[in-house]
């Protein structure tokens, strides 16, 4: 599933509150770790930086794979995670983009990878 969301509300618990109605076409607050919500920052005048964040509500398996953000979609340049300084391994290959999460702990929140784009 791909949800969108504005990353500053990502902590608070009503973040998705107003969506009942959501629920009565089949919407779940139930994630899994393939579920992934995002937003993204673009450069503004100087700085050009094009920056995906994948948003995550469970904790992370050891590798996860995002689909929205496989090669033809474009180029990764750089994945991290928020808030974590722990050097992680990625693959972005044709069909996902592969995170390698071994050893990383979320919040209870879960976790944000920040994906840096090529421009």
């Not at 899994?32 to 993204?40: C, E, L, V």
């Not at 990764?76 to 808030?83: A, D, I, N, Q, R």
Request: with cysteine; proline share 2%; aromatic share 10%.
């Amino acid at each position: 599933m791909i949800f969108y969301i504005n990353c500053a509300v990502l902590f608070k618990s009503s973040c998705i509150e107003g969506t009942e109605h959501r629920a009565q076409k089949g919407f779940s607050r139930t994630f899994s770790a393939n579920d992934f919500w995002f937003t993204h920052r673009q450069g503004s005048g100087q700085v050009k930086e094009n920056k995906v964040y994948a948003i995550s509500f469970v904790n992370p398996p050891n590798q996860v794979e995002i689909k929205s953000l496989k090669l033809t979609n474009g180029k990764v340049e750089k994945v991290s995670v928020l808030g974590n300084t722990t050097e992680i391994k990625w693959e972005q290959t044709e069909d996902a983009l592969k995170v390698d999460l071994t050893g990383i702990k979320a919040g209870i929140n879960g976790y944000v990878l920040e994906v840096t784009l090529k421009n």
